[in-house]
Structures are given as structure tokens and as C-alpha cells.
């Protein structure tokens, strides 16, 4: 059954940096497209980061220049290291796929705060 577990968060001061992990079972993660989306309260959840298959990136507007996203399909691993962190970066963070999503799992807690 494919599953998608994240990790890495945790509470960092404004500049600060992370890296999060998004392990994937299943046989989809290496032909496929990858996200790293985020969620606040009462919000849905904002795609941020994208990778394809054959590594093309894009970001949205907000974490340009500050996040990088990348895969490493031999561990079956989605990354995205979080640099010059804002308190507005503060949210759940998650990973899925691009296309055919699947049901959201716990997410990983980014918490930006002196």
C-alpha cells in the first residue's frame, strides 16, 4: 500500500533553517511528479515546492529563493530544505504527489518563532 510519511520539523527562530523528509512506499515515487505542500489553521493546503520525475523544479512566489525541493529515488526519499525560515513559513507541512493524490497523512509541524 503506498504511503507517504514526512518529517524533519520542529521549532526554529526567523533565519533559521530545516530539512524535511518525505519517505514513499510503493512503486510510483520514481516515475512521478512530487509536491511539498502546507496547511494552517482553516486553511487548505498551499502547494509550495514541485519536482518532476526527471527533476524540474518550481516554487511558489513566497519561498522562492529560500526553499529548495529535491529526490533521491533510490531511497525513495522527497526533501526540501527550508532556509531564511519567516514566521509566516509557520504551518504543517506535507508531501504528495502531483496527479492522483493520495489521503494526507500527518504532516511534519514548521513552527518559526524567536
Known amino acids: 500500500q503506498e504511503q507517504l510519511v514526512e518529517s524533519g520539523g520542529g521549532l526554529v527562530q526567523p533565519g533559521g533553517s530545516l530539512r524535511l523528509s518525505c519517505a514513499a512506499t510503493?512503486?510510483?515515487?520514481?516515475?512521478?511528479?512530487m509536491g511539498w505542500y502546507r496547511q494552517t489553521p482553516g486553511r487548505r493546503h498551499d502547494l509550495v515546492a514541485t519536482?518532476?520525475?526527471?527533476?524540474?523544479?518550481s516554487y511558489a512566489d513566497s519561498v522562492k529563493g529560500r526553499f529548495t525541493i529535491s529526490r533521491d529515488d533510490a531511497k525513495n526519499t522527497l526533501y526540501l530544505q527550508l532556509s531564511s525560515l519567516k514566521p509566516e513559513d509557520t504551518a504543517v507541512y506535507y508531501c504528495?504527489?502531483?496527479?492522483?493524490?493520495?489521503?494526507w497523512g500527518q504532516g511534519t509541524q514548521v513552527t518559526v518563532s524567536s
Open positions: 519536482i518532476t520525475h526527471s527533476g524540474d523544479t
Open positions: 510503493g512503486s510510483r515515487f520514481r516515475t512521478n511528479a
Open positions: 504528495n504527489y502531483i496527479s492522483k493524490i493520495l489521503p
